[in-house]
């Protein structure tokens, strides 16, 4: 029995090694990801697809859906999926998102569940100047109530945002 105890003892303490060396940094990852970015909240109650067919038109700009980046989360045994629509300016980097943060009774970011939709902003800089015209423009569409820019100190679950 007690030769089995020490077995069993030495071959946990492997699988625990094993375990450790597979875990994922999601720090550095999130990290990476939000390196030069700008992030507005928008309270919009309305549906992404007419939300972004507003901007569309108002904007000079076309998002379109991408059900290959969706967000898909689990939680309470179920899977959420927040849509995800995407822009990216001609002649330069700078991408453009447009987060879902509502789905079913769920948020993307439970923090702000106030907020209906994020833009993020990617790939080239973003200026103050240009985070102002693009905040305006949005705060002039219909049915806008809110625009704000979020600073990644405000975010506690910036994790779900990284596709």
């Known amino acids: ?6 077995k069993f003892s030495s071959d946990l303490n492997k699988t625990k090694t094993a375990l450790s060396k597979l ?22 109650p309305m549906k992404d697809y ?3 067919w507003q901007l569309n038109n108002m904007l000079d ?14 939680k309470k045994n179920r899977n959420y999926f927040f849509s995800l629509f995407e822009y990216h300016e001609p002649a330069t980097a700078l991408e453009h998102y447009i987060y879902n943060n509502r789905f079913d009774g ?17 790939g080239d800089v973003v200026t103050d100047e240009m985070l102002q015209q693009k905040t305006e423009s ?18 506690k679950n910036k994790e779900h945002l990284v596709f």
């Open 23 to 44: 875990i994922l940094d999601t720090q550095y990852i999130t990290d990476g990801f939000f390196e030069d970015t700008r992030l507005l909240g928008i309270m919009a």
């Open 138 to 155: 949005i705060r002039s569409l219909n049915g806008v109530q809110l625009v704000m820019e979020l600073t990644n100190e405000k975010i």
């Open 61 to 74: 700009v076309d998002f379109r859906v991408n059900n290959e980046i969706e967000i898909q989360l689990k």
């Open 106 to 122: 769920e948020y993307l970011l439970p923090e702000f569940k106030h907020l209906d939709f994020l833009w993020l902003m990617k």
């Open 1 to 6: 029995m007690k030769k089995w105890k020490q």
């Open 50 to 52: 007419l939300f972004c």
